[in-house]
């Protein structure tokens, strides 16, 4: 479990996270949504030791993060890191040369489900490819927890719809995903848990399932009882 608990960050005096609490458990994709700008992902580069925080504290699996802990969590930024001259297959090299927790087998499985040539240069992706290669390399990583930050971002629908698939396939298996997000219509359907967060604090979180059950409402619904007030 990833157990977030009271963080606070500040980039000089400004507080842009004020507090934050949330769980993430294995086995389910807990969402975090916020308007631009809310500290989405400064809450993924906490979790993953990018950035230092200021208060609280943050543990995996009940332990703080540590250098030796990158075998057990990855982090999918919303744009390739990638040298643009590689091509698919050089990313895939570069990766099986730098982590242990490489599957080649499911980055194959990953290609084809994406349908990405390995042999395209990482340059010369459209949108849409260059953030299905994106998610190939942090998906391909035998890891027990993945946050991702944005992957539906400024993608075209078909796009969209084939990463969301990638979420109720085999290649996701049981572990813990967190995803951010400022628009959830593509994904609703798959969140088991939302982060709703605004002005630095979490400002609800809940089960998606038990609120479709007990209240009879969607997850936009609830957003839009919360941001609208
Ligand atoms: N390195 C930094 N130095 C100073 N301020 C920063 C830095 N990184 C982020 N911020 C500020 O922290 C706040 C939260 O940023 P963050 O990127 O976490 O938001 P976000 O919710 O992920 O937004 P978006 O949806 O646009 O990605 C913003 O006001 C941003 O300007």
Redesign the pocket.
Known sequence: MIEVKKVVKK??R?K?LDEISFTANKGEITCLI??????????LKAIMGL?PIQGGEILIDEQKIQPSMYEKITFIP?TLTMLPQMTVQDGMTFMSDFYTTWNQVRANELCQFFRLDPSSRLSELSKGNAAKANLMFGLALDVDYILM??PFSGIDMFSREQIANVFTSHLIEDRGVII?T?EINDIEHLIDKVIL?DNGKVIRDFITEDVRLEEGKSVTDVMREVYQQ
């Open positions: 980039f000089g400004k842009v916020g308007i631009n700008g809310v500290g989405k992902s400064t809450t950035t919303d930050d944005e951010t400022h967060l």
